[in-house]
Structures are given as C-alpha cells and as structure tokens.
Nanobody, 118 residues
C-alpha cells in the first residue's frame, strides 16, 4: 500500500504562482511514476503532469511552459510549480502514483483545491 499526502493549494490571483507537494509513504517501491491530475467542476479528471523516477516528465499541452514537475527521490516527494496561473486552472488537483509496467490501479491522494480568481 502506498499513501500520498498533498500540500499546497488555495486561492491565487490570475498570473500568480503556487507550488503543490505530494509525499509518498508506505510501499514506495511499488510505484515508478508520480504526478498530478486535476478535475474541474463538471469535467473529467485530466492529466496535468507526471514524472518517472529517472526524471522523465510529461505535461498536458495546456500547462506546458507554465508548470514544472520535479521529484526528490530521497524524500519520495514530487512538486508541481505552477506559474502564470489562469482561471481555467481552477480545479481539485490530485496526486497519483503508479507502476507504469503493472495493471494495478493507481493510488490517489485526497486532492487539494486550487482556485485562480481575482
């Protein structure tokens, strides 16, 4: 079992920045990908960014150039630095961890609200 605990989130003005953190604990060797998805009201959950243990990152087109995902393997933590935030970035952000080579279901954090509004 893996547990994911998110921190960060809140209210920020358009054009502002925010950083989310996600710490993994438990059987961390069962996952080799960590990252973030988000879900806005009335919409499906969508990929934001994911990163492998080796540091390979993938981003949704909508956040490329504005968001940066990074990982600290020693701390089993991933970070999502969000810059130039837009109102359309408003959503609940969920941390996820999974094994890309396994059919096992991903683990999800509890989610953290990010609201971009003036």
């Amino acid at each position: 079992q893996v547990q994911l605990v998110e921190s960060g989130g809140g209210l920020v003005q358009p054009g502002g920045s925010m950083r989310l953190s996600c710490a993994a604990s438990g059987n961390i060797f069962s996952i080799n990908i960590m990252g973030w998805f988000r879900q806005a009201p009335g919409k499906q959950r969508e990929l934001v960014a994911v990163i492998s243990r080796s540091g390979t990152a993938n981003y949704a087109d909508s956040v490329k150039g504005r968001f940066t995902i990074s990982g600290d393997n020693a701390k089993n933590t991933v970070y999502l630095q969000m810059n130039s935030l837009k109102p359309e970035d408003t959503a609940v952000y969920y941390c996820t961890g999974y094994d890309a080579g396994s059919s096992s279901s991903p683990t999800w954090g509890q989610g953290t609200q990010v609201t971009v509004s003036s």
